[in-house]
């Protein structure tokens, strides 16, 4: 079982809709929770970063954490063109051998069209 | 502030060949990473650098992977001979001082193709 799973997708949206992306983690050692946006032959980017349980709110980006379900997600409002992109979770220890390692999930390929 | 850099973009080689990348932190940054992307997966951390000293090499392939970083700046990653599943993206990351929490800030990755 790997320690963070996501689902790959592709998902598709039309421009403007709600998306949601998820990740689950098993590993109660990550207590930093981040979402990178990467774009086609681009290095990942740094979306949003939380520590603790609840909402996070950047903008049309919303990054929620559930640490007593070990699951976290990412909401885009709005969506656009633009945010056409892999999204990929990753998560960071606070001991152990996971302490200060980005493990990643698969990552999930988002199209939003016009 | 100028981002990681990472040189070259894309690089073709045979299987048995060997090969170099290199990666300029951001200035400042103690701390140097270098990840292996593979399609259609996340970045799996291979080799992480604290100045030039290795703090986590555990999932580096040392049989065939090496990879040094003189002087605490630029690091080389090199693969000899190169296998066909080393297919894949090659980034390299850095962060300020590698603290628990810290943020990672990526390169833009060299693309690998062993034929």
């Known amino acids: 079982q790997k320690e963070v799973e996501q689902d790959p997708g592709p998902l598709s949206v039309p421009e403007g809709a709600i998306v949601s992306l998820n990740c689950t983690y098993s590993n109660s050692a990550f207590q930093y929770f981040m979402w990178y946006r990467q774009y086609s032959r681009k290095g990942p980017e740094l979306l949003m970063y939380t520590y603790s349980s609840g909402n996070k709110e950047d903008g049309r980006f919303t990054a929620q954490v559930d640490k007593s379900s070990k699951y976290i997600s990412l909401f885009i409002r709005d969506s656009q063109p633009s945010d056409s992109a892999t999204y990929l979770c990753?998560?960071?220890?606070?001991?152990?051998?996971?302490?200060?390692?980005?493990?990643f999930g698969q990552g999930t390929i988002l199209t939003v069209h016009p | 502030e100028a981002g990681v850099a990472q040189s070259p973009r894309y690089k073709i080689i045979e299987k048995r060949q060997s090969v170099a990348f290199w990666c300029n932190p951001i200035s400042g940054h103690a701390t140097l990473y270098w990840y292996q992307q593979i399609l259609g997966q996340g970045p799996k951390l291979l080799i992480q650098f604290q100045n030039n000293g290795v703090v986590d090499d555990s999932q580096l392939p040392k049989d065939r992977f090496s990879a040094e970083r003189l002087k605490g700046v630029d690091s080389t990653l090199k693969i000899q001979p190169a296998k066909l599943e080393d297919s894949a993206v090659y980034l390299c990351?850095?962060?300020?001082?590698?603290?628990?929490?810290?943020?990672?800030?990526f390169g833009p990755g060299t693309r690998l193709l062993v034929l």
């Open positions: 990351a850095s962060s300020f001082q590698g603290a628990g929490g810290e943020t990672q800030y």
């Open positions: 990753a998560m960071i220890g606070a001991g152990g051998t996971s302490y200060g390692k980005l493990t």
